[in-house]
């Protein structure tokens, strides 16, 4: 079992920068896939960026260019850094942690909200 508990966010105005943590439980293995997701008001879980287990990230346009996500070497902190943020980034950011084959696990989210 693995918990997640995500930290970080809060108000920030548009264009400044925020750094999210996903602390987890235990240190996560390799095998783990991590990942970001976000959910604004009204609109369904949507995936921010993801981290392979070989260290290789992804993310989605919208985010491109302006977030990075990361590791510590320990491997039990998950890092979304996040700049140049617009409005519409504001969501409740979420923690996932995927293991191969198995159920993912969620944090319980972390609000961030960008004013203009």
């Known amino acids: 079992q693995v918990q997640l508990v995500e930290s970080g966010g809060g108000l920030v105005q548009a264009g400044g920068s925020l750094t999210l943590s996903c602390t987890s439980s235990?240190?996560?293995?390799?095998?783990?896939?991590m990942a970001w997701y976000r959910q604004a008001p009204g609109n369904q879980r949507e995936l921010v960026a993801h981290?392979?287990?070989?260290?290789?990230?992804y993310y989605v346009d919208s985010v491109k260019g302006r977030f990075t996500i990361s590791r510590d070497d320990a491997k039990t902190t998950l890092y979304l850094h996040m700049t140049k943020l617009k409005p519409e980034d504001t969501a409740v950011y979420y923690c996932?942690?995927?293991?191969?084959?198995?159920?993912?696990?969620w944090g319980q989210g972390t609000q961030v909200t960008v004013s203009s």
């Open positions: 981290l392979s287990s070989s260290g290789n990230p």
């Open positions: 235990r240190s996560l293995s390799s095998l783990f896939v």
């Open positions: 996932k942690a995927t293991p191969f084959g198995s159920a993912p696990y």
